[in-house]
Nanobody, 128 residues
Framework: DVQLQASGGGLVQPGGSLRLSCAASGFSFAGYAVGWFRQAPGKGREGVSCISSSGGRNFYSASVKGRFTVSREDAEDTVYLQMNSLKPEDTATYYC?????????????????????WGQGTLVTVSS
């Protein structure tokens, strides 16, 4: 089976950090960009970040830029999202997904329809 599994979520205090992982099984991430999305209760799915296949061209939403860092380890078929200086508004279920190609396009990388092979999410709760 082709699957993605996000993990690493949990409860953290404001200002804290978490590192999310996205592991692929049944296929390889190599050659594909990978995106992170989040969905808060009652809200739509929001693009958070996307990493190109080479790791050299990455995108972040304005709300997380400077606080979150995306990285990848293709040898392990894993993509990471390091989240620092977390805020209560970062509370959401976080999902990873494989982009349709290797190079995300500015203006399209945050569009869910540009992705397939969505994984099950991991819940991040930022609260004191």
């Amino acid at each position: 089976d082709v699957q993605l599994q996000a993990s690493g979520g949990g409860l953290v205090q404001p200002g804290g950090s978490l590192r999310l992982s996205c592991a692929a099984s049944g296929f390889s991430f190599a050659g594909y960009a990978v995106g992170w999305f989040r969905q808060a209760p009652g809200k739509g799915r929001e693009g958070v970040s996307c990493i190109s296949s080479s790791g050299g061209r990455n995108f972040y939403s304005a709300s997380v830029k400077g606080r979150f860092t995306v990285s990848r380890e293709d040898a392990e078929d894993t993509v990471y999202l390091q989240m620092n200086s977390l805020k209560p508004e970062d509370t959401a279920t976080y999902y990873c997904a494989r982009y349709l190609g290797s190079h995300p396009i500015a203006g399209l990388w945050a569009t869910p329809s540009q992705y397939h092979t969505w994984g099950q999410g991991t819940l991040v709760t930022v609260s004191s």
